[in-house]
């Protein structure tokens, strides 16, 4: 009885072993593989009139190439003084790994944008700071 206990612990264990797929070094994580994604925010014109069309522009890229799938992209828009006032805007994606947004800002000020983005399993948060002046 002992030795066909044994005798199925030792299978399940060849059987056990034999499954596994991978070798450790296979499931190592390489570190060319886990490059940050890079998000380069920009608004444009530089220097924007009230109630004229401001695009906000957001060209995401990974180990130098655009980045063809990004799972989401958000706008967070609010002027300066305002804390608790931020609005939010889903990106259009214009081309390969470049979101916009187009938006008109009815007054002066100082605005801060924030692309919260998630591609490539990373997420990034880049934010700028833009002037609005009056007409």
Request: one cysteine or more.
């Amino acid at each position: 009885m002992k030795k066909a206990s044994a005798g199925l612990v030792l299978a399940g264990l060849l059987l056990l072993t034999a499954c596994q797929s991978s070798s450790m070094d296979d499931m190592a994580m390489n570190p060319n593989d886990m490059k940050m994604i890079d998000v380069d925010l920009q608004v444009n014109p530089e220097l924007p009139k009230t109630d004229e069309c401001v695009t906000l522009q957001a060209t995401i890229s990974q180990d130098g190439k655009r980045v063809k799938k990004v799972s989401d992209i958000t706008f967070e828009i609010w002027k300066e003084d305002q804390t608790s006032e931020h609005i939010k805007v889903k990106a259009a994606k214009k081309e390969a790994g470049v979101y916009v947004v187009e938006k008109k800002f009815p007054t002066a000020g100082t605005y801060n944008v924030t692309a919260h983005t998630t591609a490539s399993g990373f997420h990034a948060m880049p934010n700028k700071q833009f002037q609005i002046s009056g007409n």
